[in-house]
T-cell receptor, first 114, second 112 residues
Framework: DTEVTQTPKHLVMGMTNKKSLKCEQH?????MYWYKQKAKKPPELMFV???????INESVPSRFSPECPNSSLLNLHLHALQPEDSALYLC?????????????FGPGTRLTVT | AQRVTQPEKLLSVFKGAPVELKCNYS??????LFWYVQYSRQRLQLLLR??SRESIKGFTADLNKGETSFHLKKPFAQEEDSAMYYC??????????????FGAGTRLAVHP
């Protein structure tokens, strides 16, 4: 399996809802990432997990809560979101090798906050 | 500061014309440079990385350290090349974790 998968593909939630985004990879990658992508903009890094530990939090509001249960799974828990949080949320993974820094992206979850 | 600049938001060409998407970077060290492509309704895909020195779908990119550039080129554009192209930079930042820094992206539109 050489792909990053994400569920759900689409999500509509109200500002008081709690929902979760899921990401999975079986490439043995030990780094996993969450990005936010607005229309016609590049992805913006949110979180980095390395060896299942949170390594980078790019000053993301606490209404976004990441979780890495194991080396293959990455979740993003959402609570009390705002309409401006509507975006495409991308998951990525990469090997942790000094010789290789490429990241592999999932198809994304398109989130709409109403 | 680490930065990637793609000066063109939109590049519009006719089928069969040469294409050059520009990318300049700023990085204090030895970065790894990438081109990612995002076709309509598809995932962001790795197109090229400079250490591979390969040609994918007819595209090539050469790292010019003197000019700090990594321009993407194709001699004859095809309609199926129409997509958003992102230049990205990565390297061993402090803490040992790699981050991808993306340029703003260039939309390539190839007309028949």
């Amino acid at each position: 399996d050489t792909e990053v998968t994400q569920t759900p593909k689409h999500l509509v939630m109200g500002m008081t809802n709690k929902k979760s985004l899921k990401c999975e990879q079986h490439m043995g990658h030990r780094a996993m990432y969450w990005y936010k992508q607005k229309a016609k903009k590049p992805p913006e890094l949110m979180f980095v997990y390395s060896y299942e530990k949170l390594s980078i939090n790019e000053s993301v509001p606490s209404r976004f809560s990441p979780e890495c249960p194991n080396s293959s799974l990455l979740n993003l828990h959402l609570h009390a979101l705002q309409p401006e949080d509507s975006a495409l949320y991308l998951c990525a993974s990469s090997p942790l090798r000094a010789s290789s820094y490429e990241q592999y992206f999932g198809p994304g979850t398109r989130l709409t906050v109403t | 500061a680490q930065r990637v600049t793609q000066p063109e938001k939109l590049l519009s060409v006719f089928k069969g014309a040469p294409v050059e998407l520009k990318c300049n970077y700023s990085y204090s060290g030895s970065p790894e440079l990438f081109w990612y492509v995002q076709y309509s309704r598809q995932r962001l895909q790795l197109l090229l990385r400079h250490i591979s020195r390969e040609s994918i779908k007819g595209f090539t990119a050469d790292l010019n350290k003197g000019e700090t550039s990594f321009h993407l080129k194709k001699p004859f554009a095809q309609e199926e090349d129409s997509a958003m192209y992102y230049c990205a930079l990565s390297g061993p930042f402090s803490g040992g974790y790699n981050k991808l820094i993306f340029g703003a992206g260039t939309r390539l539109a190839v007309h028949p």
